[in-house]
T-cell receptor, first 114, second 113 residues
Framework: AQSVTQLDSQVPVFEEAPVELRCNYSSSVSVYLFWYVQYPNQGLQLLLKYLSGSTLVKGINGFEAEFNKSQTSFHLRKPSVHISDTAEYFCAVSQRGSARQLTFGSGTQLTVLP | NAGVTQTPKFQVLKTGQSMTLQCAQDMNHNSMYWYRQDPGMGLRLIYYSASEGTTDKGEVPNGYNVSRLNKREFSLRLESAAPSQTSVYFC????????????FGPGTRLTVL
């Protein structure tokens, strides 16, 4: 079984400041890792994913995440946020070789303040 | 290219009523999923269909049934709605191979009174 913990339910940050959204996972097997974003009243869309290779993954809208196997973490970062980044962010994990199912974290609401 | 579409967008039911949520994808994906989203709980998998003709239970299947009508369509049925089923429901699809991205519909907001 696998699980995902998003350590912060709400993160307020001022515009143009850096932000880090934290994600830790637990799994007995190797995993794939994902970050999805949900804008108000919309479905989820993929920000970025880690499958293999370089542990630093770049996604859309200037976001990046780093896979740390020893710490079982996949934290999401952006060096300078915009008002339009206000959304809910979900970390998710799936098992390698059986990647049809995603397990989601509880989400982090990022609010960018002017 | 519509992606994943869901109908209806909103629905209010009384306890005990039944309804079917519809989902269709036009990406020729093999796998389809139904999730529910509740505040502070992320998304939880209700049922999924790994390929046409197959369905399997997810984390929270009680009170729901599904039908994979064809490769494009995957419906979710509530036979006797309960207030605990008040939620936002999302359908998603993916090609079905390892590491694939899931593509989500816009959601159905369901209230059961």
């Amino acid at each position: 079984a696998q699980s995902v913990t998003q350590l912060d339910s709400q993160v307020p940050v001022f515009e143009e400041a850096p932000v880090e959204l934290r994600c830790n996972y637990s799994s007995s097997v190797s995993v794939y890792l994902f970050w999805y974003v949900q804008y108000p009243n919309q479905g989820l869309q993929l920000l970025l994913k880690y499958l293999s290779g370089s542990t630093l993954v770049k996604g859309i809208n200037g976001f990046e995440a780093e896979f740390n196997k020893s710490q079982t973490s996949f934290h999401l970062r952006k060096p300078s946020v915009h008002i339009s980044d206000t959304a809910e962010y979900f970390c998710a994990v799936s098992q390698r070789g059986s990647a049809r199912q995603l397990t989601f974290g509880s989400g982090t609401q990022l609010t960018v303040l002017p | 290219n519509a992606g994943v579409t869901q109908t209806p967008k909103f629905q209010v039911l009384k306890t005990g009523q039944s309804m079917t949520l519809q989902c269709a994808q036009d990406m020729n994906h093999n796998s389809m999923y139904w999730y529910r989203q509740d505040p502070g709980m992320g998304l939880r998998l209700i049922y999924y269909s790994a390929s046409e003709g197959t369905t399997d239970k997810g984390e929270v299947p009680n009170g729901y049934n599904v039908s994979r009508l064809n490769k494009r369509e995957f419906s979710l049925r509530l036979e006797s709605a309960a207030p605990s089923q008040t939620s936002v429901y999302f359908c998603a699809s993916t090609q079905g191979t390892s590491g694939d991205t899931q593509y989500f519909g816009p959601g159905t907001r369901l209230t059961v009174l």
